[in-house]
T-cell receptor, first 114, second 115 residues
């Protein structure tokens, strides 16, 4: 089965706090691709990052960082020093090798309060 | 080019009616995808095109749903004999190459309400 689980339905933090969004995936493929997308209140999904299964190197982009661990089938996303503009729903997604569709998790709603 | 455009943004229809949505992808994007998102859920894959060829269709997709992409440019998604369970946000996305190798650009969606 190909599946993405985001166990955290909603997280609330105060501005400047660090927050980690969890993502656990299931696939039998050895080659696969993982993504994070952000969905602000406007509704338009915005791409954040793509990672293939052979690249376990963690990545940092400004206040965002991603931790990919194949041993635990996890691809977690951390926002450092959160800001009100980070408030959105965040989706983790998986693309198996033999298809080009995104399989999304149920999303985590992040609310950052001033 | 300002991004992926979807029309209409909102549609209210009576149960049993047919509806059609349009998606205009970013020009020069070969791949076009349709997803459906219900409240509190992640987007669910419906179908995708490479130019005008429909390459994959979700097994969950009822025969009442059909999508086309004539001439490999814009796409339409038609739902026949709508049911209340069809109420959802219908999202279109496009990408220049396969989405596993790049980012997909999403439109703002068409919100369908079946009454």
């Amino acid at each position: 089965a190909q599946k993405v689980t985001q166990a955290q339905t909603e997280i609330s933090v105060v501005e400047k706090e660090d927050v980690t969004l969890d993502c656990v995936y299931e696939t039998r493929d050895t080659t696969y691709y993982l993504f994070w997308y952000k969905q602000p209140p406007s509704g338009e999904l915005v791409f954040l990052i793509r990672r293939n299964s052979f690249d376990e190197q963690n990545e940092i982009s400004g206040r965002y960082s991603w931790n990919f661990q194949k041993s635990t089938s996890s691809f977690n996303f951390t926002i450092t020093a959160s800001q009100v503009v980070d408030s959105a729903v965040y989706f983790c997604a998986l693309t198996p090798y033999n298809t080009d569709k995104l399989i999304f998790g149920t999303g985590t709603r992040l609310q950052v309060f001033p | 080019d300002t991004g992926v455009s979807q029309d209409p943004r909102h549609k209210i229809t009576k149960r049993g009616q047919n509806v059609t949505f349009r998606c205009d992808p970013i020009s020069e994007h070969n791949r076009l995808y349709w997803y459906r998102q219900t409240l509190g859920q992640g987007p669910e894959f419906l179908t995708y095109f490479q130019n005008e060829a429909q390459l994959e269709k979700s097994r969950l997709l009822s025969d009442r749903f059909s999508a086309e992409r004539p001439k490999g440019s814009f796409s339409t998604l038609e739902i026949q004999r709508t049911e209340q369970g069809d109420s959802a946000m219908y999202l279109c996305a496009s990408s220049f190459i396969v989405v596993k190798d790049t980012e997909a650009f999403f439109g703002q969606g068409t919100r369908l309400t079946v009454v």
